[in-house]
Every structure is written in structure tokens, then in C-alpha cells.
């Protein structure tokens, strides 16, 4: 028997989910099988900068010159 379950995506859904993943289950009582879409968008891949905020440095800072 061949399997008949497909999965579309159009060009816009390729763009903003590239890496996305279709996994079929088991059948059950239908002849058709389950499926499960495992979406990641584009924004996870893009490096974000690191930003280092020196509050805890300027109250620590604060602390040691009170003792």
C-alpha cells in the first residue's frame, strides 16, 4: 500500500519557515495518518547583540563604598 499524505506549503510559508518539519504518525481507524508541524521561524536564527546592563555593577559599587 503507498502512502497518499502530503504536505503544501506555499512560497510565502517557505520564506518565514524554512525550517520547518513534517512528521507523520501512525495510522489509526482512518486510512489517512496524523500529522505534526514542527515550526521555526526565521527570527531564532538572526544574532541578536549582547546587551550587558552594569546595574548590579553600580550597586554593588554603591554597597562596598557604604562599608
Given at each position: 500500500m503507498r502512502k497518499l499524505d502530503r504536505v503544501l506549503v506555499n512560497e510565502k510559508w517557505?520564506?518565514?519557515f524554512p525550517l520547518s518539519e513534517?512528521?507523520?504518525l501512525p495510522t489509526g481507524m482512518s486510512d489517512r495518518?496524523?500529522?505534526v508541524v514542527k515550526v521555526?521561524?526565521?527570527?531564532q536564527n538572526i544574532k541578536k547583540p549582547f546587551k550587558?546592563?552594569?546595574v548590579l555593577v553600580?550597586?554593588?559599587t554603591k554597597k562596598a563604598s557604604r562599608n
Open positions: 517557505n520564506l518565514n513534517a512528521r507523520f495518518s496524523p500529522m521555526t521561524s526565521n527570527d550587558f546592563y552594569n553600580v550597586l554593588q
